[in-house]
């Protein structure tokens, strides 16, 4: 992967073409690199690798839980409100 696909000349991770021919070297192998790590960071999948990959399951989940309370905004926390209002409000209308 780290060579030259056309003459075969070492490539450094840097660089962009090739010094020996002056090729540019494909980028599509990266760019689905950066997908599938993308895709990871955002699905069920790629949370439990995450998680089973810590030195402990509780450290995993842990880590996971921070991170899922930093993401959340003012906007998120206030959404989530008004749901758990909507419902209140639902259940007391039914009941
Ligand atoms: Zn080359």
Redesign the pocket.
């Known amino acids: 992967m780290n060579k030259?696909q056309?003459?075969g000349?070492e490539r450094l991770k840097s660089e962009v073409r090739?010094a020996?021919?002056g090729?540019f070297y494909p980028t599509l192998t990266e760019l689905l690199d950066a997908e599938v790590f993308y895709e990871e960071q955002q699905t069920l999948k790629g949370l439990l690798k995450r998680i089973l990959g810590a030195e402990t399951i509780k450290q995993g989940l842990s880590a996971e839980f921070k991170k899922f309370k930093a993401g959340l905004s003012k906007t998120a926390l206030f959404t989530l409100y008004v749901i758990a209002a909507f419902i209140f409000a639902l259940l007391i209308t039914v009941l």
């Open positions: 030259c056309i003459c000349a090739c020996q021919c090729e």
